[in-house]
């Protein structure tokens, strides 16, 4: 690790993993009142907050030296970019956003893989069931998502992609992964016309605690020390 990420890291530590937690609860409690008053304002702090709250806690939780826990740091940061892109109005923030949560996926996906999740060519049962939902989810929205639809398509299949590999991993990343396709869909369906009350709030509600746990259970699949 180089000099100013060690002199960051050591400046984190100091800091109780509990206060990242609690400032995570207070950063969402935030978001969401932000999203029922209206105060979009708010938002371009308490939305970013969220990953970035999350990525403190990663590090003051597990050793230096672990590269799954890098990677999975890395998915945060663009999970972060990809929640300030969504703030902008517009189809190209969209699809810059939706590009970067891909990126994120394929990289939550990567450390689940080293973490040991779900052998897929053995096991086809989590699979076989986001596959499903996949499958009956677009093709119900197709229709209705225009020029979305080939994009939503190919980022829906890493979402669940990923959402089945953390099966493989602890209870934690299974239910983040099952919220965050929760999340997802909803998003989807507000996409395509398909709107009802609090539809924001449950979108972002199910985001965060999705996050939270892919988080959370990776800290405890990893193993006590770095390799040497």
């Known amino acids: 690790m180089s000099p100013p990420l060690l002199l960051i890291r050591s400046a984190l530590v100091r800091v109780p993993a509990r206060f990242w937690l609690r400032a995570f609860t207070v950063a969402i409690a935030a978001d969401l009142s932000a999203i029922t008053f209206g105060a979009d304002a708010l938002r371009w702090a308490s939305k970013p907050a969220l990953a970035l709250l999350l990525l403190g806690h990663l590090i003051v939780s597990t050793p230096p030296g672990m590269r799954p826990a890098r990677l999975f740091g890395i998915g945060l940061l663009l999970a972060c970019a990809a929640d300030i892109a969504l703030l902008v109005d ?19 996906f990567a450390v689940f893989v080293r973490l040991g999740g779900l052998p897929l060519r053995r096991r ?62 909803v998003l989807g369906l507000g996409v395509a016309g398909i709107d009802f009350a609090f539809q924001d709030q449950a979108v972002m509600a199910a985001y965060a605690a999705a996050q939270l746990l892919l988080t959370l259970g990776t800290i405890k699949a990893l193993p006590a020390k770095a390799p040497e």
């Open 90 to 108: 517009g189809t190209s923030a969209f699809l810059w956003g939706m590009g970067l949560f891909g990126l994120m996926q394929i990289t939550y």
């Open 124 to 185: 086809f049962v989590a699979p076989g069931c986001y596959l499903a939902v996949w499958l009956g989810a677009n093709i119900i929205l197709w229709p209705r998502l225009g020029d979305l639809a080939v994009p939503v398509a190919v980022y829906s299949l890493l979402l669940v992609a990923m959402a089945a590999e953390a099966v493989g991993v602890n209870r934690l990343a299974a239910a983040g992964g099952l919220l965050f396709v929760a999340s997802d869909l």
